[in-house]
């Protein structure tokens, strides 16, 4: 991923540093397995830890010759270590190390995610509360529809993002495992104690049976749960950018001193954070869609994937964290425009009231089809003539007549529309300690 997009915290598990020292813990934990069964004198172990290190120059030097990275990387560590290295890499093959390796990078990448992602429900949440309560207008196909409250909108993208949480660390759990079982999985130069030994000092679990490698639909799993958490992203940078237009201008992004909107235009103010997240979103989902592409190869294992993953790995972790990070700081710093909601909440004159006058009308034992054409009547007098509705529905003498002064009186309250806000609240965030853990 570009360094534009990179926080130095994602970015730094994907050196070639930190991925190199990731194969050399597993091979550290495989000889200290095999020391345990007593074929490594444990004297031996101990030299290989002390002076096993990574030399990323070395090895990438030496690798222009084999064309063989993890040759490389071994030719390497026996430049360093000595005789004892004969017993580094004993009866593994390649995969057993990098596939291994690889859980060990996405778990402390996913690990990450999730702390970003416990941030943001923080964020939300803070929102959601400090909204409670705040009307504002629903619109559906982008058309006014009913009252809700700004609380409310942010209390649903929170009950998304807590499905996203656990979306997230399922498919991190999927991938929290490690193969140590040889060329095409049959233990035939190790054995399942062996593997168990290692992966248990690298804190990984057991793949079941693996062939030579772990089994793509794991990863496929872990990048699709990134690929629907990135459309919920959008999902709410989408609400924010509507909800910024000038038209409508119920919230704006912070705007910082000495910002500047745009080269041409000095009064402009962009939605440029949500936008940019929008598109990163994007790349999310399609580098899912690579992962699903990786399930399918040839018997015990092609390299087709191998190249795909060098890209993803990185580049999808890197962009959940950046999106993520971005927009909690988004919402930490948005302009909320309660004014605004309630001057656009006024826009459609009270139409917003229609199903309402409705439903009273049937209360009183008008025929539903009968009522609705009614209400309609009036609704397209209010639209067309700029004239409230709700003085139009009092004006109708039928209708009036029908429904009387005392619930006349109650019908045009917009409170009515969160009367059971209280209760959306307390199921959404009945869970929220659980997801600051």
Known sequence: MIERYSRPEMSNIWTLQNRYQAWLDVEVAVCRAWSEMGRIPAEAVENISAKASIDVDRILEIEE????????????????VGPDARYIHLGCTSSDIV??????LLVQAGELILKDMRALLQSIETLARRHKGQLCMGRTHGIHAEPTSFGLKMAGFYAEFSRHLERVQAGLESVRVGKISGAVGTYAFLSPELEQRALTHLGLGVDPHSTQIIQRDRYAHFFTSLAVLAGGVERLCVELRHLQRTEVLEVEEGFAKGQKGSSAMPHKKNPISAENMSGLSRLLRTNALASLENQALWHERDISHSSVERVIMPDSTILADYVLTRLTKLLEGLVVKP????????????LYFSQRVLTALIATGLPRQQAYEAVQRLAM?????????????????????RLGEAALAELFDPAYYLQHEDEIFARVFKNAAANKA
């Open 381 to 401: 007098q209010s639209w067309e003539s700029r004239t409230p509705f709700p003085e139009l529905v009092r004006g109708d003498v039928d209708m009036s007549s």
């Open 65 to 80: 010759v084999t064309r063989h990275d993890v040759i490389a990387f071994l030719t390497s560590l026996e430049e360093k």
């Open 339 to 350: 004014e605004r909601m309630r001057e656009n909440m006024e826009r459609s004159y009270g």
């Open 99 to 104: 596939d291994t390796a690889n859980a060990l």
